[in-house]
């Protein structure tokens, strides 16, 4: 069974941090590209950050560039969002993706594979 359970978030004033996890099985999770993708009500849900599986290279939204950080850790099957100088536009589920594409050497036919977790809830207010 592939899962992905996120947790970490909470409610935090402005200017604060929180570290948000995302603990992986199921699947060969050095093989998968993993990101952050946040939902607030009423507005579609966006990608916050993203890390390539050799962990190389990583990308983040215009919003949160310098103040957001993404990480992973291979041999404990998780990755990691560390969230600083946090604002109430920050507010939002914050849902962990992974996703492995390419073409498949047998077959020569392209695949592509992409996993969701639950979410869990950032509030950022005062």
């Known amino acids: 069974q592939v899962q992905l359970v996120e947790s970490g978030g909470g409610l935090v004033q402005p200017g604060g941090s929180l570290r948000l996890s995302c603990a992986a099985s199921?699947?060969?999770?050095?093989?998968?590209?993993m990101s952050w993708y946040r939902q607030a009500p009423g507005k579609e849900r966006e990608l916050v950050a993203a890390?390539?599986?050799?962990?190389?290279?990583?990308n983040y939204a215009d919003s949160v560039k310098g103040r957001f950080t993404i990480s992973r850790d291979d041999a404990r099957y998780m990755v990691y969002l560390q969230m600083n100088s946090l604002k109430p536009d920050d507010t939002a589920v914050y849902y962990c993706?992974?996703?492995?594409?390419?073409?498949?050497?047998?077959?020569?036919?392209?695949?592509?594979?992409?996993?969701w977790g639950q979410g869990t809830q950032v509030t950022v207010s005062s």
């Open positions: 993706n992974a996703d492995r594409s390419g073409i498949d050497i047998a077959t020569m036919l392209s695949y592509e594979y992409d996993y």
């Open positions: 199921g699947f060969t999770f050095s093989s998968y590209a």
């Open positions: 890390i390539t599986s050799a962990g190389g290279s990583t």
